[in-house]
């Protein structure tokens, strides 16, 4: 499975690079058009150095013990501090089902990333997140008086990614693992259950 995933995100990636090597091919022809062409190079190259950039995101994740799969959400806003340095900060919406759906686990992550540009659209990226979770439990299930219960957990991630210019946006794609281990509160049928979870994200981030 996730042998698919990572094919379909290399795919997802290569698509707008091919794109943007035809769009220069194409606008070569003549003199006057490459004059634009360069101009429009230059911007770009300058939004690497020191933009920002906010706008949506969506991505896919599985918990290494969760039923299945999941979509989420969110808003990033990302800033370049040089040509081989940014940081974002993003929030997000998620949800994750354990145990045959009898845990369901809400989550807010907010996350701050460092990233570190080894080319110029390729990043690698590292950072931390405050996860503020709502746990609900199926009463027919567990115990009567087991209550939903809400906790924050603060958790790191790693990973690595692409950001591509599109004029005044950027197109932006990765992957990340997040290291965060929920309290189940001992729970029957929860016991050793790990939270620990990978994310693929898209997003649009529109420059400011």
């Known amino acids: 499975m996730r042998g698919r995933i990572l094919l379909i995100m290399v795919v997802a990636l290569a698509i707008p690079c091919l794109a943007l090597a035809q769009t220069d091919t194409t606008t070569q022809g003549g003199s006057s058009t490459t004059t634009t062409v360069t101009t429009s190079t230059s911007t770009s190259s300058t939004n690497w150095g020191g933009g920002a950039g906010f706008g949506p995101m969506l991505g896919w994740s599985r918990a290494n013990n969760s039923d299945a799969g999941r979509l989420e959400g969110g808003l990033a806003l990302r800033m370049h501090i040089s040509s081989a340095l940014g940081v974002e900060g993003a929030v997000f919406y998620r949800q994750d089902k354990y145990n045959n759906g009898a845990v369901t686990a809400t989550t807010w992550p907010i996350q701050v990333t460092g990233m570190l540009y080894i080319v110029p659209m390729v990043y690698g990226a590292i950072g931390a997140g405050w996860y503020h979770t709502t746990f609900d439990?199926?009463?027919?299930?567990?115990?009567?008086?087991?209550?939903?219960?809400?906790?924050?957990?603060?958790?790191?991630?790693?990973?690595?990614?692409?950001?591509?210019?599109?004029?005044?946006?950027?197109?932006?794609?990765?992957?990340?693992?997040?290291?965060?281990?929920?309290?189940?509160?001992?729970?029957p049928g929860t016991g050793g259950t790990n939270a620990n979870f990978y994310t693929v994200n898209v997003g649009i981030l529109f420059g400011l």
Request: proline residues 4%; without cysteine.
């Open 137 to 187: 439990y199926d009463m027919s299930v567990y115990p009567a008086g087991t209550v939903s219960n809400t906790q924050t957990q603060f958790g790191w991630h790693f990973g690595g990614g692409l950001e591509v210019p599109l004029g005044r946006a950027s197109f932006t794609a990765d992957i990340r693992y997040v290291f965060l281990n929920y309290d189940f509160k001992q729970l």
